[in-house]
Nanobody
Framework: QLQLVESGGGLVQPGGSLRLSCAASGFTLGYYAIGWFRRAPGKEREGVSS???????YYSDSVKGRFTISRDNAKNMVYLEMNSLKPEDTAVYHC???????????????????WGQGTQVTVSS
């Protein structure tokens, strides 16, 4: 059974850091493109970052320079390192996966097939 499980969320003060993890089971992560999305209360789902199977990355303008996505195919894990966090980063963060051989990072929710349940990130003083 293919499954994605996020972890690493929590409460952090503005300017702080968190590292989100996305653990994949039931499939070989190396053949899948991965995306991180977030949804804040009252807002639409937003694409945050994505990484292709070849390691090419995408970042939204709102997180560029502050977030870093990476993947460890040997461990079947994807990470999202989040620095200089702002209150507007508060949201539920989801990772998503789709089997892909492309080199271009996939950025739209409709590009993805498998989704995790999400982890809450709250940035507040």
């Amino acid at each position: 059974q293919l499954q994605l499980v996020e972890s690493g969320g929590g409460l952090v003060q503005p300017g702080g850091s968190l590292r989100l993890s996305c653990a994949a089971s039931g499939f070989t992560l190396g053949y899948y493109a991965i995306g991180w999305f977030r949804r804040a209360p009252g807002k639409e789902r937003e694409g945050v970052s994505s990484i292709s199977t070849s390691g090419n990355t995408y970042y939204s303008d709102s997180v560029k320079g502050r977030f870093t996505i990476s993947r460890d195919n040997a461990k079947n894990m994807v990470y999202l390192e989040m620095n200089s966090l702002k209150p507007e980063d508060t949201a539920v963060y989801h990772c998503a996966a789709v089997q892909s051989i492309g080199t271009v990072p996939l950025t739209a929710p409709s590009d993805y097939y498998y989704w995790g349940q999400g982890t809450q990130v709250t940035v507040s003083s």
